[in-house]
């Protein structure tokens, strides 16, 4: 079946975004409703013994405090002890392992009565001063990953001629959506309610349910639209059991908008990651052997693996002698876990970056060099991949950014008034995953149409993908089109991540589609009616047609199948069983460095993905943009600093915690390949999110060292890195 181009359309929220009149979780009212604020603990290590609440009882509106007594232990997640994501939240213990970590929950009549009540809250603690937050201070290399490795890394590097030795440096960051973490929870009838900004109102609902000892027909958990989520949202958060068990120990409403300052304590967040990094060439300057080392900053629970990072490397050069190796550096600090490219992002900063001072070694033009590399195999298992477009994506880049009128030595391309100009190129990789689905559709006589799937839009355009596949096949009406989607009520939730949302879910919205198509057929039989869908059923006296249609990715059966109906991850790829599956992208970037003061701007990135067939054109370019935006705020602005007297986080709101901003973005020119992949799924569409932002800061790394002569290996890079 041949995929034809989407055309360009709106996205489907786009008015009610800027109207504000999209819900979000914390907009929901409901009467009677109890405000919550958790009370962060000011040590780093230790126990709490005890936490007197009189003087928060005293304060008015003030209705209930619970502290670690009121809670039932914590229930440890199904998959801990595995490499994963972040252990799901326990509830409010009294063992601190971080500070930050929540020791009570004030409830009140009024947000700041709550806030007040939170404040006069002084529990007693015997700290255990011998912590360590910082990774270069206490830690070590623990519990390396299996290694990974293809050919010999070591015999091929002492065949290598030119070697190149670097390590790299990606610094802990905090994702900072504008939706702030809330979570809002109401016990009515035996069902608990949850309303919460998720990526994963599965992971909500299979969270509280274990923890508050429920059913699953005990628990629903909505997240219709997501304020940014970024990864923050997408593993279990820390208050979402808590607020639900005070919910039930009230019979109230209860509402809990986390603080900015409380977000960096409580969610995960960017660990701090070091990437050393060896790559061999022969004597014709070909790239034949890699040895890549990675650790990361870890909790002393956590399960966000460092195994990830050694991934993209290998499939964006067909290296055939390539030996990775990860592992964790454990302090005291909460879980880290995913944040936009959560793997990829730093360890193409630091792959990318080594290919340019290579191809600088060899006096080799960086776009000539990546070109004589790449290939359509997956080394390490031996098998092709499905579709691999870099070089396309870095032929077309360099055409549209004018890349011929480089001049290739550093600190050769200057301004009239000194500033030194810098042209950089990198490419990026992501992994390409598909999760089951399970999707209803229902066309109805009034006019209305209903797609009810496991997908969450946090802000990327899911709905606007969906929407595109309906109303290409069927003659519906678009304005009275329902996407229940996020909602376990609706249909059952897996987690939106790792950018695997799109191609999971248009797949089922195509075959639903043919499926009323074909009901349709044969409920007409052989009669002609005139007009749409709606039109036709109602001349049948039918006032709905419904389909469930379920979608099975390459590799999985029933098992998966299960694991996904019972709230579980259940993810293919991109090692499918015939073939690996991989996004593409390949970033230019310039870069100017203004004379005597070394501030670093950014007018101009040009990009262009490999994402497969592109499913909305409005909301990819907006993506690209996205990833493209946080790329240069990575490389230039961002790093969460910790206090290393009381371990918690320094710079903890959007003051000190600095972001690009307008000022600091130019002109972000987007293009795909608009290529769809053969087999991955029916539509062709490999996932597009992460890798927008994957490479683009090695690019600006690569820019900078064209324009000043200097190679900056650590981000973020900041003004003393250039005077
Ligand atoms: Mo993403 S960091 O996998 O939500």
């Given amino acids: 079946m041949s995929i034809a181009p989407f055309p360009d359309r709106a996205r489907v929220d786009a008015r009610e975004k800027v109207r504000g009149a999209a819900l979000y979780a914390a907009d929901f009212a409901f009467p009677d409703l109890l405000h919550a604020m958790m009370v962060p603990a000011t040590i780093a290590k230790g126990r709490v013994d005890a936490v007197p609440v009189e003087a928060a009882l005293q304060v008015p509106g003030v209705v209930r405090v619970l502290t670690a007594t009121d809670f039932p232990p914590p229930v440890p997640s199904p998959t801990a002890g595995a490499e994963g994501p972040p252990p799901p939240p326990p509830m409010i213990t009294a063992e601190i392992a971080y500070r930050g970590q929540p020791v009570a929950l004030v409830l009140a009549e009024t947000l700041e009565a709550a806030i007040e009540g939170g404040e006069a809250i002084r529990p007693r603690y015997t700290p255990d001063d011998a912590f360590a937050p910082l990774i270069d201070s206490a830690g070590h290399r623990a519990e390396p990953v299996e290694p990974v490795t293809t050919g010999d890394a070591d015999a091929a590097m002492a065949r290598a001629t030119t070697r190149l030795r670097a390590e790299y440096v990606s610094p802990a960051q905090h994702h900072n959506p504008i939706e702030m ?155 880290p876990g995913y944040m936009r490219a959560p793997h990829p992002h730093p360890s193409c900063f630091a792959f990318e970056s080594a290919v340019d001072e290579l191809a600088a070694m060899l006096e080799q033009d960086p776009v000539a060099y990546r070109l004589r590399h790449g290939t359509n195999h997956d080394p390490i298992h031996d098998r092709p991949q499905s579709s691999n477009h870099l070089h396309q994506c870095l032929r077309e880049g360099a055409r549209r950014f004018g890349w011929d009128r480089r001049s290739a030595a550093p600190g050769s391309m200057r301004l009239a008034d000194g500033t030194q100009v810098g042209w950089g190129v990198a490419a990026g990789a992501y992994p390409v995953h598909i999760h089951p689905n399970i999707a209803t559709l229902t066309v109805r006589a009034d006019g209305t149409t209903r797609f009810a799937a496991a997908a969450h839009e946090m802000g990327q355009g899911i709905r606007s993908t969906i929407e595109q596949v309906l109303v290409r096949e069927l003659d519906i009406d678009p304005a009275r089109l329902e996407l229940a989607i996020g909602d376990t009520s609706a249909a059952a939730q897996h987690t939106t991540a790792g950018s695997w949302g799109t191609a999971s879910v248009v797949p089922a919205a195509l075959e639903a589609a043919g499926r009323i198509k074909a009901a349709m057929a044969e409920l007409l039989a052989t009669r002609q009616v005139a007009g749409d869908l709606h039109r036709q059923l109602a001349a049948v006296r039918r006032p709905s047609l419904s389909v469930e249609v379920t979608h099975i990715p390459h590799g999985q059966g029933a098992e998966e199948l299960a694991t996904f109906r019972q709230g579980g991850m259940a993810l293919a790829g991109p090692f499918f069983p015939a073939f690996t599956t991989f996004s593409y992208i390949a970033h230019f970037v310039e870069v100017r460095v203004e004379p005597r003061t070394c501030r670093v701007r950014v007018p101009r990135v040009v990009s262009v993905a490999d994402c497969g067939r592109v499913m909305s054109p409005r909301t990819a370019a907006s993506q690209v943009r996205g990833g493209v935006t946080w790329a240069i705020s990575a490389a230039l602005r961002e790093e969460t600093e910790v206090d290393p007297r009381y371990g918690g986080w320094l710079n903890n709101d959007l003051a000190d915690y600095v972001v690009a901003v307008n000022a600091d973005i130019g002109e972000i020119d987007v293009s795909f390949i608009d290529e769809p992949d053969p087999v991955v799924n029916s539509l062709g569409a490999k996932g597009l999110g992460e890798v927008a932002m994957v490479g683009c800061a090695a690019a600006v790394a690569n820019a900078i060292h064209h324009a000043t002569g200097t190679r900056l290996r650590e981000m973020p890079f900041r003004i003393e890195d250039l005077l």
Wanted: charged share 20%; glycine share 10%; hydrophobic share 35%.
């Fill in 181 to 335: 973490l809330s979570t809002t929870a109401f016990w009515r009838d035996g069902v608990l309610t949850v309303h919460e900004g998720t990526q994963s109102t599965s992971g909500a609902k299979g969270a509280v349910l274990r923890n508050l000892r429920l059913e699953p027909d005990q628990v629903v958990a909505k997240s219709p639209q997501i304020g940014g989520g970024f990864g923050q949202k997408g593993t279990p958060q820390r208050q979402t059991a808590i607020v639900a068990h005070a919910a039930m120990l009230t019979g109230r409403p209860v509402k809990l908008v986390l603080p900015r300052g409380q977000i960096f304590h409580n969610a995960s967040f960017r660990p701090r990651s070091r990437h050393r990094v060896e790559i061999g060439a022969d004597a014709s300057g070909q790239m034949i052997a890699v040895r890549y080392d990675a650790d990361h900053q870890q909790s002393r629970t956590g399960q966000f693996s460092p195994a990830e990072y050694l991934e993209a490397a290998p499939q964006m050069y067909g290296l055939t002698d390539f030996h990775g190796t990860a592992a964790n550096i454990r302090i005291d600090t909460q879980s």
